[in-house]
């Protein structure tokens, strides 16, 4: 992966590993699954697209993994640091967002984005906004967090017009583990938790299912055991059924194409639609889709 580093921080710092308890052993076998789970999605999902890959941390087992496994599975790329580039000057910050999409002919991007450290969170998504990732509503996003940050992140306003976002959602070991247990040799683990350990809850953004607004689903649970199918398909098409959303458009009077009535005499007014080849299109549309 010949990789554009924004912020640039040697391989030798980045994979350094410090194992110490066995819980401590749990979660770096955690971080690894991650990363291979997430090799899958990119193999099946996001190779030939121009890839980011943005951390909120600068030491991160979770990170390093990541760059391990996609290092062999793409061509080119961007590895961001959020804090460090929202620490510089406006003018410095500007030059470098404007390289991190890639150029015009740019057909296809991605974003990996890893939140698992909760506490920097918004620096991400503060960056996200900033880089103007809304006007860029196809390319596909994928989230590694925690379960609780699901719906504060994939309906942020960053992400609103946002068509393919996946989150990864990582069960928090802590949680599990009692405060005067934390040894995991003097604790029994049950059967649930195991499974929570082992894998992740795969989350998507929906832009219309509730009742016509965007809303997060669960997907399903993911392991390192799980077929390799389950990573295909997994930015699916969103246009089909609108859920009964309701747009809001703007028009000029064309007739034979638009023809419409104003509701009123005061400035910008809604207007009722008359007879017209725009309103019979908007018609058979908004029934077949299911849109107002």
Known sequence: METLHLYITTLATVLVCAIGTDGEDTKQQVDEDVGMMLSQVVDHNIIGC?????????????????????????????????GWVLSQDQLTQDHLLQGLWGDSKTTCRAII?????????????????????????????????WTA????????????????GLYLALHDLAILTPPNH??????KVLPQEASNIEGVSVY????????????????????????????????????????GHKFKIVTV????????KKD?????????????????????FSHKLNFT
């Open 149 to 164: 940050g699901v719906k504060d992140v994939l309906l942020h306003h960053s992400l609103r017009n946002t068509v393919h």
């Open 113 to 145: 984005l890893d939140v698992t450290e909760s506490n920097n969170t918004n620096l991400a998504l503060r960056l996200l906004e900033s880089s103007e990732l809304w006007k860029m509503s196809e390319t596909r996003v994928v989230i590694i967090g």
């Open 264 to 284: 009123s005499e005061s400035k910008g007014t809604t207007v009722t639609l008359t007879d017209s080849l725009d309103a019979r299109l908007l018609d058979t």
């Open 50 to 82: 121009h890839l980011i890959i943005l951390t909120t941390a600068e030491h991160s087992h979770l990170f390093s993994s990541i760059l391990r496994h996609m290092s062999a599975e793409l061509a080119a790329g961007v590895v961001v640091e959020a």
């Open 182 to 187: 934390r040894d995991s040799r003097l604790r």
């Open 253 to 260: 009077s064309y007739f034979p194409y638009i023809a419409y």
């Open 204 to 243: 998507r953004r929906c832009l219309y299912c509730n009742n016509g607004k965007a809303d997060v689903q669960l997907i399903y649970h993911w392991n390192h055991t799980s077929p390799v199918q389950q990573a295909k398909g997994l930015f699916t098409e969103q246009f089909l059924n609108f859920m």
